[in-house]
C-alpha cells in the first residue's frame, strides 16, 4: 500500500558525529563508518552460514577470553532445564537473576559469545547472570530458541522466587525475551518481575519507519536482515506473535525497559513496541540514546563509552526497582 503515497526524496549528503555525544562515541561512528555492510548468503545456502557461523565464532572468540578473564563474578556452564547456560555470579549475590538472551541475529552469538555475557553483567548489574545458549539455526530454526528460553525460566522458578527474576535481552535476544513472556503469560506461569528489550528485533518484517530512514546511518547493523529473519523463521508466518512479538497482544507483561538509539536501525520497533506496551496498560519506559546505533557505540557496546556505561546504569537501576 505504501507505493501509492509519495516518497520523500533525500538528497546525497555526509552525515558527521555531532558534538552531542562523547569524543569516544564520536570516535566509535567514525570508526564504524568505515566498515562495509556485511553480505548475507541466501536461507537455502546452509554450507554459507555455517561459514559465516565459523567466522563470527573466531572473531568473538579472542575477544571473549580477554574480556571473562577481567571479570570478577565466577562464570561456570551447565545445563537447566535441559539447555545449555553459561552463568555468571557476582562475590556478593543476593539470589536476584538476570535471565539474558543474546542478540547475534538469530544465527551467531553462541559459545564463547553467550558465555562472556555471563560474566560481564553478572559484574555490571551485581546480580546472578543465566545466559542462554540457546540453539540456532540452520540446525536449530524456529521454534527452538523461544522453546529454549522458556524452559531454561520455567526450571528457574523451580528454585527461584518469580519476582526475582529479569528477563531480558538484545537484538535478537530481545525477541526471543518478548516471545518467551509471551509464552510465559499464555501457559499461565507466574511472570518474572520484569522485562528488558535493548535495541529489539521484535517484527521480522521490518516494516518500521527507521528500517529505511536508517540504512547506513546506522554503523553497526547497516540495514534490515531479511535474510537472517528467513533463516530463522523456516518458511513460518512471520506476524506469528512468538516470531515477531510485535504482533502479539502485551496484555498481562510485567514492568518493561526498552533501549534504542536515534541512529539504530531498529529504533522504530522499540518505538512501536513501548507504544503497544502502554496502550495495554503496562508499565513500560523507553530510553533512547542521542546518535547511538545498534547495540551502542563501538562493536556491539565494547569499548569505554560513557554512553554505553549509561545503558548499564539504567538497566540496573530498572532491575532492582522491579526486583526489590
Not at 251 to 274: C, E, K, M, W
Request: charged share 20%; proline share 9%; net charge negative.
Amino acid at each position: 500500500m505504501s507505493d501509492k503515497f509519495t516518497p520523500v526524496r533525500l538528497p546525497a549528503r555526509d552525515i558527521p558525529p555531532p558534538t552531542t555525544v562523547s569524543p569516544e562515541a564520536r570516535q566509535a561512528l567514525s570508526e564504524g563508518a568505515q566498515a562495509p555492510a556485511p553480505g548475507w548468503p541466501p536461507a537455502h545456502d546452509t554450507a554459507a552460514w555455517r561459514d559465516a557461523i565459523a567466522g563470527s565464532a573466531g572473531l568473538w572468540a579472542p575477544l571473549a577470553a580477554e574480556a571473562l578473564a577481567n571479570c570478577k563474578a565466577k562464570v561456570e556452564t551447565r545445563p537447566i532445564g535441559g539447555v545449555t547456560c553459561h552463568v555468571g555470579t557476582p562475590d556478593k549475590a543476593d539470589g536476584r537473576v538476570y535471565l539474558f538472551i543474546h542478540g547475534g541475529a538469530f544465527v551467531f552469538g553462541g559459545g564463547d559469545y553467550a558465555r562472556m555475557w555471563a560474566g560481564l553483567l553478572a559484574d555490571r548489574m551485581g546480580v546472578i547472570c543465566v545466559s542462554v545458549d540457546y540453539r540456532m539455526p540452520p540446525d536449530h530454526p524456529y521454534p527452538a530458541a523461544p522453546h529454549d528460553c522458556l524452559e531454561v525460566y520455567k526450571a528457574l522458578i523451580q528454585t527461584h522466587d518469580p519476582g526475582r527474576i529479569v528477563i531480558g535481552g538484545s537484538s535478537a535476544g530481545a525477541n526471543l525475551a518478548a516471545a518467551t513472556m509471551l509464552m510465559i503469560r499464555d501457559q499461565g506461569l507466574p511472570a518474572p518481575a520484569g522485562l528488558v528489550l535493548l535495541t529489539p528485533e521484535v517484527d521480522l518484517i521490518e516494516a518500521g519507519d527507521t528500517l529505511k530512514t536508517n540504512v547506513l546511518l546506522d554503523v553497526t547493523l547497516k540495514g534490515p536482515l531479511p535474510e537472517c529473519n528467513a533463516l530463522y523463521a523456516a518458511g513460518h508466518d512471520l506476524t506469528d506473535p512468538y516470531l515477531s512479538p510485535l504482533y502479539g497482544e502485551m496484555t498481562g507483561f510485567p514492568p518493561t525497559l526498552v533501549q534504542a538509539g536515534t541512529r539504530d536501525v531498529l529504533l522504530s520497533n522499540a518505538v512501536l513496541i513501548h507504544r503497544k506496551l502502554r496502550k495495554a496498560g503496562v508499565e513500560a519506559e523507553l530510553h533512547v540514546w542521542e546518535a547511538m546505533p545498534h547495540g551502542g557505540f563501538g562493536m556491539f557496546g565494547f569499548g569505554d563509552v560513557p554512553e554505553n556505561a549509561e545503558i548499564d546504569d539504567e538497566v540496573r537501576r530498572f532491575i532492582n526497582r522491579v526486583t526489590g
